[in-house]
């Protein structure tokens, strides 16, 4: 029975950071939290960045550091996006506010996904950290930080959030490759870098999901993604460029219909693979802008074999 947990467990949640000394990157933030662990205090604070570079992990981290055993008490997430209105802040976040903290001065507040708050909702918002400074600590989390309105940045501490470097998505999926027994190659890892983009929950549900067919090999993470191979978007581009549409037209098809990758996912290969093309770039200039305008008219609705075939056109001209 406990075999079969073990398989189902997610690996996000289990290799996730369970205190600041142990989260990857993000220095700039981590070393000044730390501090403030040291004093006993922080101030409200904004945390804006992209999906998956470790927003609610290191929150999580800095209340188990902060509050030791008793974290769970003094601590409450909500996530903005399920409860976007006014009756959230004047609600749920209130009250838990004005709760008395169990062994410490002050307890965490964190609002994931603050900027889907209405306008209506920050202002109570505003008022309410206003209100409870003195007892209660906001974390806001949010992707993009210009959808917050400005009372509530300058009463904030703002930290940016980068994606994580290639080196650092190979650090954490080597972590996760030792603690389950993985063979992961090389071309694997470069691989679940390049797919994920800097985003560490996409770099592990790709390798739990990759796991799940053996060795994990960049074939296996490519598979598990559902997304193009460089190799496969390249041979097409370079055939289209040559003048030989027919082996382009061959090689679209074969990733549409017997791979089964999106009209969007074909595209955004097009758009990683142009900028090493062997082009002047006043051409790649032009293919980028040309991509940019079928892209939109994929998410128009527009039929990506005929989208996509026309793009292909687009790149037998700048070849000739």
Request: proline share 2%; net charge positive; with cysteine.
């Amino acid at each position: 029975m406990n075999g079969v947990v073990m398989q189902l467990e997610i690996w996000t949640e289990k290799y996730r950071p369970k205190t600041l000394d142990e989260v990857i990157d993000q220095k700039h933030v981590v070393s000044r939290l730390k501090a403030w662990v040291k004093k006993g205090s922080f101030p409200h604070m904004l945390f804006a960045g992209p999906a998956g570079v470790g927003k609610t992990t290191i929150a999580l981290c800095l209340a188990r550091d902060m509050f030791g055993e008793n974290w769970k008490h003094n601590f409450q997430e909500t996530n903005a996006s399920d409860e976007r209105g006014i009756n959230i802040v004047r609600g749920r976040i209130k009250d838990f506010a004005r709760m008395k903290s169990m062994g410490t001065d002050f307890k965490i507040i964190f609002l994931d996904e603050s900027d889907a708050l209405t306008p209506e909702a920050q202002q109570a918002l505003r008022r309410t950290m206003e209100r409870f400074s003195n007892s209660c600590r906001f974390i806001l989390s949010c992707n993009y930080s210009s959808r917050i309105i400005e009372p509530i940045q300058s009463r904030t501490s703002v930290f940016r959030f980068k994606r994580l470097s290639e080196e650092s998505v190979r650090e954490y999926a080597l972590r996760i490759a030792k603690g389950e027994g993985l063979s992961v190659s090389d071309d694997a890892l470069k691989a679940i870098f390049e797919i994920s983009e800097g985003d560490l929950r996409k770099a592990a549900n790709l390798l739990q999901s990759s796991s799940a067919l053996g060795k994990v090999t960049k074939e296996t993470i490519y598979e598990a993604a559902a997304q193009s191979k460089p190799e496969d978007i390249k041979h097409m581009i370079e055939s289209a460029l040559a003048g030989k549409f027919a082996d382009a037209r061959k090689k679209l098809f074969e990733m549409l219909i017997t791979q089964g990758l999106s009209g969007e996912d074909v595209i955004k290969g097009i758009h990683r693979e142009v900028f090493d093309l062997k082009l002047p770039e006043e051409k790649k200039i032009q293919l980028v802008e040309k991509i940019g305008e079928f892209e939109f008219r994929l998410n128009q609705g527009g039929s990506p074999e005929i989208q996509l075939e026309a793009l292909l056109a687009q790149f037998m001209k700048q070849g000739k």
